[in-house]
């Protein structure tokens, strides 16, 4: 089945500075691509998504990039600030259905 | 707020017994989800319902069941409840005309259960 693995497992930068957060999937059947922040005891948070055939995708300060030769995704956030501090989650689709999640990434922004 | 209810918020229970976790998804979403985030598994699928039938089938215990009510809610039942089980669970609704997935999944805020 799918498996999605996610780098680095925790993330420290200061403020105004960018951070990635990179992804990979088995499966090439994958379609669909989101990324999700998690809150200490809160619900994951959809932030942005990006299927298969588009390449690039951009919301203000968040973008993802889909390699779908390489099978990897990143997430890249500019001008960090402190409440970009989460737990970021990577998933991917495959066969379209359920969410396969990576293990996530602890991101801490510094002031 | 996504728009996808669960009860209760909390739940604490002992090992060996039985509880169900309740489930209303956004208004107009035919397709659920159950998820299980625990400390060392992180978040795994469980299983999907689609207008009243079982859609796909994770990592999901024989000592679990599921099922979707023709109001769309769904209940996700845990029984023989071991200490391993102590989890979020976390349901989510999806946009999808089909069942098929490939679209956005909101999360419910999630049933904390305790097992001891």
């Known amino acids: 089945g799918e498996n999605v693995e996610q780098h680095p497992s925790t993330l420290s930068v200061q403020e105004g500075d960018s951070a990635v957060i990179k992804c990979t999937y088995s499966?090439?059947?994958?379609?669909?691509f989101p990324w999700y922040k998690q809150e200490l005891g809160k619900r994951p948070q959809l932030i942005i998504d990006?299927?298969?055939?588009?390449g690039e995708k951009k919301d203000q300060r968040i973008a993802v990039t889909l390699n779908k030769t390489a099978k990897h995704f990143s997430l890249h956030i500019t001008e960090t600030q402190p409440e970009d501090s989460a737990v970021y989650f990577c998933?991917?689709?495959?066969?379209?259905?359920?969410?396969?999640f990576g293990k996530g990434t602890t991101l801490s922004v510094s002031s | 707020d996504s728009g996808v209810t669960q009860t209760p918020k909390h739940l604490i229970t002992a090992t060996g017994q039985r509880v169900t976790l309740r489930c209303s998804p956004r208004?107009?979403?035919?397709?659920v989800y159950w998820y299980q985030q625990s400390l060392d598994q992180g978040l795994q699928f469980l299983i999907q319902?689609?207008?009243?039938?079982?859609?796909a089938k994770g990592n999901i215990l024989e000592r679990f069941s599921a099922q979707q009510f023709p109001d769309l809610h769904s209940e996700l039942n845990l029984s023989s409840l071991e200490l391993g089980d102590s989890a979020l669970y976390f349901c989510?609704?999806?946009?999808?005309?089909?069942?098929?997935?490939?679209?956005?999944?909101?999360f419910g805020p999630g049933t904390r259960l305790t097992v001891t």
């Open positions: 499966d090439s059947a994958s379609n669909y």
């Open positions: 990006i299927r298969s055939n588009v």
């Open positions: 989510a609704s999806s946009t999808s005309r089909t069942g098929t997935g490939g679209d956005e999944q909101y």
């Open positions: 998933a991917a689709t495959p066969g379209g259905t359920a969410l396969i």
């Open positions: 208004s107009g979403d035919l397709s």
């Open positions: 319902y689609y207008n009243g039938e079982e859609r």
